[in-house]
């Protein structure tokens, strides 16, 4: 079943479940740039990697929603990686959209219309559980687990999606206030079981309890200036 949403005045989704929107109404996309790609160095990183190599650059994120981050990462992967090396992209979502509603999100960005189309042939096909979809002759892969946050990481654990730990963490899943469960310590020890030393991590909110819940498991975050109307998003590193 598809998580219900509705679409104010601007065309932008709202979540019914969660009382919260989906991304920022004057600046999606520069939001999501700013905090997803240049919160976790990503342009730098994709253009550092070495060329005469062949490896997988593993990204996990906890909120998958409208694929607004994932469409902007494989974006910036096209423009700057290397074509000798992979993206594994892993996501969880458990309350996901209708394809026609993600379709809708991501039609307000005309820049994205070649990754959100490549992204829907593969989604519509998506019945819960997992979804594993490959792009551009599997060198772009997208992992979709649909459960509790809980549940999911533990299962990219289990299944070993990212057996060498996840190079760089994006937390997401609506205001901590309006969805708590995605901001425990169950959490933030999840996602630490899936990184190593030198992880990365980007995230919109500041709240005190996760930059203490991050900062208990290794992670030493930094308060940065934020983007539009956020005053200030979150950074970290595994050390």
């Given at each position: 079943?598809?998580?219900?949403?509705?679409?104010?005045?601007?065309?932008?989704?709202?979540?019914?479940?969660?009382?919260?929107?989906?991304?920022?109404?004057?600046?999606?996309y520069?939001?999501?740039?700013?905090?997803?790609?240049?919160?976790?160095?990503?342009?730098?990183?994709?253009?550092?990697?070495?060329?005469?190599?062949?490896?997988?650059?593993?990204?996990?994120?906890?909120?998958?929603?409208?694929?607004?981050?994932?469409?902007?990462?494989?974006?910036?992967?096209?423009?700057?990686?290397?074509?000798?090396?992979?993206?594994?992209?892993?996501?969880?979502?458990?309350?996901?959209?209708s394809?026609?509603?993600?379709?809708?999100?991501?039609?307000?960005?005309?820049?994205?219309s070649?990754?959100?189309?490549?992204?829907?042939?593969?989604?519509?096909?998506?019945?819960?559980?997992?979804?594993?979809?490959?792009?551009?002759?599997?060198?772009?892969?997208?992992?979709?687990?649909?459960?509790h946050?809980?549940?999911?990481?533990?299962?990219?654990?289990?299944?070993?999606?990212?057996?060498?730990?996840?190079?760089?963490?994006?937390?997401?899943?609506?205001?901590?206030?309006?969805?708590?469960?995605?901001?425990?310590?169950?959490?933030?020890a999840?996602?630490?079981?899936?990184?190593?030393?030198?992880?990365?991590?980007?995230?919109?909110?500041?709240?005190?309890?996760?930059?203490?819940?991050?900062?208990?498991?290794?992670?030493?975050?930094?308060?940065?200036?934020?983007?539009g109307?956020?005053?200030?998003?979150?950074?970290?590193?595994?050390?």
């Open positions: 079943m598809s998580a219900p949403i509705v679409w104010d005045e601007q065309g932008m989704p709202h979540s019914v479940a969660f009382d919260d929107k989906y991304f920022c109404k004057d600046s999606g520069e939001e999501a740039i700013y905090v997803a790609c240049q919160g976790n160095h990503l342009r730098e990183r994709f253009s550092g990697l070495d060329p005469d190599v062949r490896g997988i650059f593993t990204i996990i994120e906890t909120g998958f929603g409208t694929g607004l981050d994932f469409c902007c990462v494989w974006q910036l992967w096209d423009e700057c990686a290397p074509k000798t090396w992979g993206l594994h992209f892993i996501s969880v979502e458990f309350a996901p959209l394809a026609e509603d993600m379709a809708r999100a991501l039609s307000l960005w005309a820049c994205l070649p990754y959100k189309e490549k992204l829907l042939q593969e989604y519509r096909s998506a019945s819960g559980g997992i979804g594993e979809f490959s792009f551009e002759a599997g060198r772009v892969r997208l992992t979709l687990v649909f459960e946050v809980i549940d999911a990481l533990r299962i990219i654990r289990d299944r070993g999606f990212s057996p060498d730990g996840a190079d760089a963490l994006l937390l997401d899943g609506f205001a901590p206030s309006k969805n708590p469960e995605m901001w425990s310590d169950a959490v933030f999840g996602v630490r079981a899936l990184s190593r030393p030198g992880t990365t991590l980007s995230t919109f909110t500041v709240a005190g309890f996760v930059r203490r819940g991050l900062a208990a498991q290794g992670f030493e975050v930094t308060r940065i200036t934020g983007h109307v956020k005053k200030n998003v979150l950074t970290g590193v595994l050390v």
